[in-house]
């Protein structure tokens, strides 16, 4: 997770945007991903982005990416108190051998209150 | 298909022993990861497979972790001679990948380790 930095802890209401905010350090990532993890469950990817695209929309979500300074953001659009989960975000990558690996930050924790 | 299974969910051991958890991925999934994850932090990156061939192990993983997926299936993670400090939840996910393209990973619930 060193590679890839998230802030630690988000606090909005309920109906207010959420922007989750990802900074990574390697300019070979092919692809962004966003993970969410709820209490007790295991991740599940929400959304990603392709690194020559800079934004990316789907529903409540928008994704912008600014490859530039290597910075990733996630917004949130009307959250509701069911967002209320640790978002992680991830990067893939080539490691030595060329394969792709997936690698993943420290996670912010979204706390949407009512 | 029920997705991505790991086995027991929870395990509790003395310092020493030796732990063996089983990752199940979904059947037509190429790729499978270990992951571990603290409290408080995010996944950290274990070692990976691509059918039968572990691609990378971490550098910061010690000898005493070992894993396999003999088949090209399911896999094992073993710890030997378990320290307090190998305590965490011990994530598998799966994937199907080739090449270049996107990835995007399925995880299990995964196993929490207790070393007392």
């Known amino acids: 997770g060193e590679d890839v930095e998230q802030s630690l802890f988000l606090s909005v209401r309920e109906g207010d945007s959420s922007v989750i905010n990802c900074t990574y350090t390697?300019?070979?990532?092919?692809?962004l991903y966003w993970y969410k993890q709820e209490p007790g469950a295991g991740l599940q990817l929400l959304t990603y982005?392709?690194?020559?695209?800079d934004m990316k929309q789907d529903q409540r979500l928008t994704v912008l990416l600014n490859k530039k300074d290597k910075h990733l953001s996630l917004r949130i659009a009307d959250t509701q108190t069911g967002d209320s989960a640790i978002y992680f975000c991830?990067?893939?990558?080539?490691?030595?051998?060329?394969?792709?690996?997936?690698?993943f930050g420290t996670g912010t924790k979204l706390q949407v209150i009512p | 298909d029920t997705g991505v299974s790991q086995d027991p969910r929870h395990k509790i051991t003395k310092r020493g022993q030796n732990v063996t958890f089983r990752c199940d991925p979904i059947?037509?999934?190429?790729?499978l990861y270990w992951y571990r994850q603290t409290l408080g932090q995010g996944p950290e990156f274990l070692t990976y497979?691509?059918?039968?061939?572990?691609l990378e192990k971490s550098r910061l993983l010690s000898d005493r972790f070992s894993a396999e997926r003999p088949k090209g299936s399911f896999s094992t993670l073993e710890i030997q001679r378990t320290e307090q400090g190998d305590s965490a939840m011990y994530l598998c996910?799966?994937?199907?990948?080739w090449g270049t393209g996107d990835e995007k990973l399925f995880f299990g619930s995964g196993t929490q380790l207790s070393v007392l």
């Open positions: 982005i392709f690194s020559n695209m």
């Open positions: 390697d300019s070979s990532s092919t692809y």
């Open positions: 497979f691509q059918n039968e061939a572990q």
């Open positions: 991830a990067e893939s990558r080539a490691n030595s051998g060329g394969y792709q690996k997936v690698t």
């Open positions: 059947s037509e999934h190429n790729r």
């Open positions: 996910a799966s994937s199907f990948h």
